[in-house]
């Protein structure tokens, strides 16, 4: 008979479903996890212990004490005068018996073994998504945090610029920014040999200071939105300054930098301000110079910023995908050359 997977499948759920009605419907993962294997099942188990019975060589007992061994007797001559005629059957139905038994043992503990196979792969897809919807959640939240800052802090924006201070919105998003950038500095680090020798260096968004230790000592200043972290910044001793990033870069002279990092673009900088970033990084940059442009979020994004780059006749001279704050997750870094003067 051919075994018919379908209806195993449809068993296995009927029982699955039966169990945990009588449960309540609310087991927890533990008591699920101690179902009975398939090589326990009482099924096999009788198969195991008693397909012996059906074995024409099988010894025969009798618990009769006295007329016991007549009557053993008399069925040894009843089987051999039986087994003479139908030999070649019993023989094939006994050598038949083994394998199915065989067979049955074999396919128990396969099964069993692949059930725990897709169980812990189960378990692992589930905890990786976890953690996916985790950091998403975290971002999605940051992202809304943003918005709602801008959308408080627009009613003071004259009066901030007529101050010459930079927006406090953008003040708050850096400080978003530098909790979800986590693993900035081995991001920037591995581009570092990519930068000119001896050539001045601005980080726009330099935080805390943590995109400096990446630049191994290179002779760099950095601009932040937060006073804070700029306050942090020289006190470790680097130079960063106050200011608003998309401001402070379109105010450089041509061609006055000879490398430019720019960290967490996606957090920090609109998609429609792209355009703008990349233009003010062309005319900032010296012929030759290198921009690191660093925290593109997905691929889209990495995308559409290199043909930003490509349209503004940078060169890329490498791109890379490093892991997110969480599974599943990634961070782009792109690194743009301008080209030599003719």
Not at 15 to 41: H, K, N, Q, T, Y
Not at 44 to 52: D, G
Not at 63 to 76: E, K, S
Not at 235 to 263: C, K, M, Q, Y
Request: net charge neutral; aromatic share 6%.
């Amino acid at each position: 008979m051919p075994v018919r997977i379908e209806e195993i499948i449809q068993r296995i759920r009927r029982e699955i479903a039966e169990g945990a009605e009588a449960r309540g419907g609310d087991a927890p993962p533990a008591e699920l996890d101690r179902l009975p294997a398939i090589s326990a099942r009482p099924e096999l188990e009788y198969l195991n212990r008693h397909w012996a019975l059906f074995d024409p060589l099988a010894e025969m007992r009798s618990h009769r004490r006295f007329f016991g061994p007549v009557v053993l007797r008399f069925r040894w001559m009843f089987r051999r005068l039986v087994l003479g005629v139908l030999d070649r059957y019993f023989e094939k139905e006994r050598a038949f018996l083994l394998e199915l038994v065989r067979f049955e043992n074999a396919l128990a503990e396969r099964s069993d073994r692949l059930l725990r196979e897709v169980t812990e792969r189960t378990k692992a897809v589930a905890q990786r998504n976890d953690l996916f919807l985790g950091a998403l959640d975290l971002r999605l939240e940051a992202i809304e945090a943003r918005e709602e800052m801008r959308r408080a802090l627009e009613h003071d924006e004259p009066a901030r610029a007529a101050a010459g201070v930079s927006d406090g919105s953008e003040a708050a998003i850096a400080e978003l920014a530098l909790g979800l950038g986590v693993g900035l500095a081995e991001r920037v680090r591995a581009f570092a040999s990519r930068l000119p020798a001896g050539a001045p260096v601005l980080v726009l968004g330099c935080g805390s200071g943590e995109a400096f230790d990446a630049l191994d000592g290179a002779a760099a200043s950095g601009v932040e939105a937060s006073a804070s972290l700029v306050a942090a910044a020289r006190a470790r001793g680097f130079d960063a300054a106050v200011a608003s990033l998309a401001g402070h870069l379109e105010s450089l002279p041509e061609e006055s930098i000879g490398a430019l990092v720019v960290t967490r673009v996606s957090d920090r900088h609109p998609l429609a301000a792209w355009p703008r970033l990349v233009a003010g990084a062309w005319r900032a940059l010296r012929p030759g110079g290198v921009a690191i442009f660093e925290g593109l979020g997905d691929g889209r994004e990495a995308a559409r910023f290199r043909w930003l780059l490509a349209r503004q006749r940078f060169a890329i001279v490498d791109a890379r995908s490093f892991p997110g704050i969480a599974p599943g997750v990634e961070e782009h870094v792109l690194v743009g050359r301008r080209a030599e003067a003719a």
